[in-house]
């Protein structure tokens, strides 16, 4: 089974600062990869992914994930944070059968005003 | 359009009781899915579907059953409710056919408390 790993189940940033969260997975072959954010009391929402057409991948609200093959890493980055960004976000890959998706166990985003 | 319904949103059990959870969707998805989700563990696959009529374990299956006789719905059952099946439970569905580049799209959760 492949797995997910987010460094970092906590992250503050100021309003307007760099947001950067991590993730890792481990695949022997090809992965699909996605990230997902989750507000409060909510379900999780699709905010990008990577299929293989372009290892930057730009998804809604301004966010972008790089996929680094050499790294095995898909970090989703946000050149400015906004306070509406704060939530939870999971960090997810599937098999190629596309049945079964792995999540990681989330990072939370605190924007500091 | 309404995507994937959940209910109820709420549930408090008591141990031993029983409880059917149900989701609904409207995207004409093949595949649907039971996740739980707990702090500091992420999502974890309970059970899922590839289509009418079949049903899959997943990582976490043992105290669930669940069914799929119709396409639209995907129903998780409780038998005998335990504590440790407190949780906030999310219902999720995906493209039709074997693609894994097909996103998942979640209802709003189920938040389930067995004391």
């Known amino acids: 089974a492949q797995s997910v790993t987010q460094l970092g189940s906590h992250v503050s940033v100021s309003e307007g600062a760099l947001v950067l969260l991590r993730c890792n997975y481990s695949?022997?072959?090809?992965?699909?990869l996605f990230w997902y954010v989750q507000y409060p009391n909510q379900g999780l929402q699709l905010l990008l992914k990577?299929?293989?057409?372009?290892?930057l991948v730009k998804g809604i609200n301004g966010f972008e994930a790089e996929f680094k093959k050499s790294e095995t890493s898909f970090h989703l980055t946000k050149p400015s944070a906004h306070m509406s960004d704060a939530a939870e976000y999971f960090c997810?890959?599937?098999?190629?059968?596309?049945?079964?998706?792995?999540f990681g166990t989330g990072t939370s985003l605190t924007v500091i005003p | 359009n309404a995507g994937v319904t959940q209910t109820p949103k709420f549930r408090v059990l008591k141990t031993g009781q029983s409880m059917t959870l149900l989701c609904a969707q409207d995207?004409?998805?093949?595949?649907m899915y039971w996740y739980r989700q707990d702090p500091g563990m992420g999502l974890r696959l309970i059970h899922y579907?590839?289509?009418?009529?079949?049903?899959a374990k997943g990582e976490v299956p043992d105290g669930y059953n669940v069914s799929r006789l119709k396409k639209q719905n995907f129903l998780l059952g409780l038998e005998s409710a335990a504590p440790s099946q407190t949780s906030v439970y999310f219902c999720?569905?995906?493209?039709?056919?074997?693609?894994?580049?097909?996103?998942?799209?979640f209802g709003n959760g189920t938040r389930l408390t067995v004391t």
């Open positions: 999720a569905s995906s493209y039709p056919g074997s693609r894994a580049n097909s996103p998942l799209h």
């Open positions: 695949s022997s072959v090809p992965p699909y």
């Open positions: 990577y299929t293989s057409a372009a290892t």
């Open positions: 997810a890959v599937s098999e190629d059968t596309g049945n079964q998706f792995y």
């Open positions: 995207m004409n998805h093949e595949y």
């Open positions: 579907s590839v289509g009418e009529g079949t049903t």
